[in-house]
């Protein structure tokens, strides 16, 4: 019999998948500004996605958790930079170079 992978998870309700994206936020100086949706369970990915929303409860981005190791995946998080300009309603940099109008 084959065990699930539920049971390997670390993180197994709502509450610690929004403890653990507190804790994340709470050290990027943006917990009081935020606020978050529902947190879901990737199963085909074992993460956890943790919607993070704006005063007006816009989606703004979202904090992405390893379900077996409870770790915050930084590189599928939205950056703290990127939280900010849209709090701030800041113009986002697409990054490529702009052709230039004479």
């Known amino acids: 019999m084959r065990k699930s992978k539920k049971g ?4 197994n309700t709502v509450d610690e998948a929004k403890l ?8 990027l100086d943006l917990i009081t500004v935020i606020n ?25 981005g979202e904090v992405v ?3 077996i190791t409870t770790l915050v995946d930084t590189e599928k998080t939205t950056k703290k ?18 052709k230039k109008e004479d």
Not at 8 to 11: F, G, N
Not at 20 to 27: E, P, Q, W
Not at 91 to 96: A, L
């Open 20 to 27: 653990i994206a507190t804790d994340y936020l709470t050290k």
């Open 65 to 67: 958790i390893d379900a």
């Open 36 to 60: 978050f949706g529902l947190p879901e369970i990737d199963d085909r990915f074992d993460i956890w996605r943790v919607p993070i929303l704006d005063i007006q409860n816009n989606k703004i």
């Open 8 to 11: 390997l998870y670390r993180i």
């Open 81 to 98: 930079e990127l939280l900010e300009n849209r709090l701030l309603g800041r113009k986002e940099s697409r990054g490529g170079n702009k």
